[in-house]
């Protein structure tokens, strides 16, 4: 085997933590690499490394048997890396051709966008106007503007950090058969994912770390899925099957009639969404990323009053109110973006533990002995770790992170819970918690409304199912009446193309 890339002796630390630990990694040439680990297992320290975000302590790097030592993106694109984040880095304010001039690829203008990419369009095609604005894209064509960017400045290295996790399965299977001609040329691809079956579809080779080490490297095929997931987290996980139990709800907790959201633009985010969410039930919405499912989170977190419509919360209107009290409302909110809208991120736990729903208004001053036992309690309860009510959020794995959120919306009993991708960015480990918690919470009597671009999510925990496509939804159904592929099809828009032609 011919190494491209070789990482020898790594250590990197941050403060006591030691985030990697003397890892060595190879990457053949012509292959694609995927590197499966829990959170916090040191796969993004790694590979901002890699990339020259981080100075690593020790170790060396080599790119085809060439010492070098990049100290910012310039320098591992100058040495042949390029890293594709997985929210594309793009600003989306400037159209595509000037997003290409930030990289130093043409002026700015379609004609020098054009020139630039010529000779890498043939293995990514890149059908969209140059003069299109960014924001206006797709997240799949976002996606695929920093792919072309990357590899048009040359790189022999692409890593890929959770490609699929803003793709319909279609998109899925286009991207796996331009990585496969990406390899083909003798470049190497480094694919980070949490889903083991894509290791087991696009990847040559694996490497798992584990708490900073590297804990061995494989040929695909030669471990199966669950052997994958026993090495990520050093233990047996028990293989569940999608349950066949039958859900079919009772009181409607969370009503949505006729719901229109319209953009400061003008455009329309949400077209006459009709949703029942009921007590004992998983209502699950799939959707491609950048279809609506930001205004429809927010119409049912209570953050948005809708333009049109009304929203209904056990028998109660809601939609004439500006806020929703989160002292008086038993609605649990678990946003997509725990560390900017879930967590104070630099507070200590307890703080974070304080608020949430139905819980009753404080006055006065704080109880703090009182409130710190109550935080330890709860995150020994939900097996946050460290349990440690003055630890801020910002210390903790995403996983644990998660955990905190679930901490303090569940404590106080809500009877509807909104969750938006609820796993996303989550290990193996972390995604079977949650998902069993939102399960216990179903069986429990509670409403559960689950927002999510994870497919297999929404097919293992989903009651009903429905799918939002620019802003509309289809209407959920129960689950043992969906097919897979349908529901893809849906995702990307073929059944309203269908509708159209049927209707013309």
Same mark, same amino acid.
């Given at each position: 085997? *011919?190494?491209?890339?070789k990482?020898?002796?790594?250590?990197?630390?941050? !403060?006591e933590?030691?985030?990697?630990?003397?890892v060595?990694?190879?990457?053949?040439?012509?292959?694609?690499?995927?590197?499966?680990?829990?959170?916090?297992?040191g796969?993004?320290?790694?590979?901002?490394i890699?990339y020259g975000? *981080?100075? #690593?302590?020790?170790?060396?790097?080599?790119?085809?048997?060439? $010492? =070098?030592?990049?100290?910012?993106?310039a320098?591992? @694109?100058?040495?042949?890396?390029?890293?594709?984040?997985?929210?594309?880095?793009?600003?989306?304010?400037?159209?595509v051709?000037?997003?290409? $001039?930030?990289?130093?690829?043409?002026?700015?203008?379609?004609?020098?966008?054009?020139?630039a990419?010529a000779?890498?369009?043939e293995t990514?095609?890149?059908?969209?106007?140059?003069?299109?604005?960014i924001?206006?894209?797709?997240?799949?064509?976002?996606?695929?503007? &920093?792919?072309? /960017?990357?590899?048009?400045h040359?790189?022999?290295?692409?890593?890929?950090?959770?490609?699929?996790?803003?793709?319909?399965?279609?998109e899925v299977a286009?991207?796996?058969?331009e990585m496969?001609r =990406?390899?083909?040329?003798?470049?190497?691809? @480094?694919?980070?994912?949490? +889903?083991l079956?894509?290791?087991?579809?696009?990847?040559?080779?694996?490497?798992?770390?584990?708490?900073?080490?590297?804990?061995?490297?494989?040929?695909?095929?030669?471990l199966?899925?669950?052997?994958?997931?026993?090495?990520?987290?050093?233990?047996e996980?028990?293989k569940?099957?999608? $349950?066949?139990?039958?859900?079919?709800?009772?009181?409607?907790?969370?009503?949505?009639?006729?719901?229109?959201?319209?953009?400061?633009d !003008?455009?329309?985010?949400?077209?006459?969404?009709?949703? %029942?969410?009921?007590?004992g039930?998983?209502?699950?919405?799939?959707?491609? &990323?950048?279809?609506?499912?930001?205004?429809?989170?927010?119409?049912?977190?209570?953050?948005?009053?809708?333009d $049109?419509?009304?929203?209904?919360?056990?028998?109660?209107p809601l939609?004439r109110? +500006?806020?929703? !009290?989160?002292? +008086?409302?038993?609605?649990?909110?678990?946003?997509?973006d725990?560390?900017h809208?879930g967590?104070?991120?630099?507070?200590?736990l307890?703080?974070?533990l /304080?608020? !949430?729903?139905?819980?009753a208004?404080?006055?006065g001053?704080?109880?703090r002995?009182?409130?710190? %036992?109550r935080?330890?309690k709860?995150?020994e309860?939900?097996?946050?770790?460290?349990?440690d009510p003055?630890? #801020?959020?910002?210390?903790?794995?995403?996983?644990?992170?998660q955990? =905190? =959120?679930?901490?303090?919306?569940?404590?106080?009993?809500?009877?509807?819970?909104?969750?938006?991708?609820?796993?996303?960015?989550?290990?193996?480990?972390?995604? /079977?918690e949650?998902?069993?918690?939102?399960?216990?919470?179903?069986?429990?009597?509670?409403?559960?409304?689950?927002?999510?671009?994870d497919?297999?999510?929404?097919? &293992?925990?989903?009651?009903r199912?429905g799918?939002l496509?620019r802003?509309?939804?289809?209407a959920?159904?129960?689950?043992?009446?969906v097919?897979r592929?349908?529901i893809?099809?849906?995702?990307?828009?073929?059944?309203?193309d269908?509708?159209? +032609?049927?209707g013309?």
């Amino acid at each position: 085997m *011919t190494a491209l890339v070789k990482m020898s002796g790594i250590v990197k630390s941050f !403060g006591e933590t030691i985030a990697n630990d003397d890892v060595s990694l190879e990457i053949a040439a012509g292959e694609v690499h995927a590197l499966l680990g829990e959170n916090g297992a040191g796969k993004t320290t790694l590979m901002n490394i890699l990339y020259g975000l *981080t100075i #690593p302590d020790e170790g060396t790097i080599e790119v085809g048997g060439v $010492s =070098v030592a990049p100290r910012n993106p310039a320098d591992a @694109i100058d040495a042949g890396i390029g890293m594709v984040h997985q929210h594309p880095l793009v600003v989306g304010a400037l159209t595509v051709a000037e997003n290409f $001039s930030l990289g130093g690829l043409g002026d700015g203008s379609p004609a020098s966008m054009l020139e630039a990419i010529a000779g890498v369009v043939e293995t990514i095609p890149l059908n969209v106007d140059p003069r299109a604005r960014i924001d206006s894209l797709p997240m799949s064509l976002r996606q695929r503007v &920093e792919i072309v /960017r990357c590899l048009a400045h040359g790189v022999k290295v692409l890593v890929l950090d959770e490609p699929t996790a803003v793709l319909t399965p279609d998109e899925v299977a286009q991207l796996f058969d331009e990585m496969r001609r =990406v390899v083909e040329q003798g470049r190497s691809v @480094i694919f980070i994912t949490h +889903k083991l079956a894509e290791v087991q579809t696009i990847a040559q080779r694996v490497t798992v770390l584990r708490r900073g080490c590297n804990v061995g490297s494989f040929a695909v095929g030669e471990l199966t899925s669950a052997e994958l997931a026993e090495q990520m987290v050093g233990r047996e996980i028990a293989k569940r099957a999608v $349950s066949q139990e039958v859900h079919s709800g009772g009181a409607v907790r969370l009503g949505l009639k006729g719901v229109d959201a319209v953009g400061d633009d !003008g455009e329309c985010l949400l077209d006459g969404v009709d949703l %029942e969410v009921c007590a004992g039930e998983i209502v699950a919405i799939a959707g491609v &990323e950048g279809n609506g499912q930001r205004p429809l989170a927010d119409i049912c977190f209570g953050l948005r009053t809708p333009d $049109s419509g009304t929203v209904v919360h056990d028998g109660q209107p809601l939609t004439r109110l +500006k806020h929703w !009290g989160r002292s +008086k409302v038993a609605i649990a909110r678990i946003p997509e973006d725990r560390r900017h809208e879930g967590l104070l991120i630099d507070a200590p736990l307890w703080e974070n533990l /304080r608020y !949430g729903p139905n819980l009753a208004a404080k006055r006065g001053l704080i109880n703090r002995r009182r409130e710190l %036992e109550r935080a330890r309690k709860l995150l020994e309860e939900f097996g946050v770790v460290p349990p440690d009510p003055m630890a #801020p959020p910002s210390s903790l794995s995403g996983g644990n992170q998660q955990k =905190v =959120v679930l901490a303090r919306e569940l404590s106080s009993d809500p009877d509807l819970v909104v969750a938006v991708n609820p796993t996303r960015g989550l290990d193996i480990g972390a995604q /079977r918690e949650v998902r069993d918690r939102l399960l216990a919470l179903r069986s429990a009597g509670k409403a559960v409304l689950v927002i999510s671009t994870d497919l297999d999510e929404v097919m &293992e925990i989903g009651d009903r199912i429905g799918v939002l496509y620019r802003g509309r939804l289809e209407a959920p159904v129960a689950r043992a009446a969906v097919d897979r592929s349908l529901i893809g099809e849906a995702m990307a828009g073929l059944l309203d193309d269908q509708r159209e +032609k049927a209707g013309a």
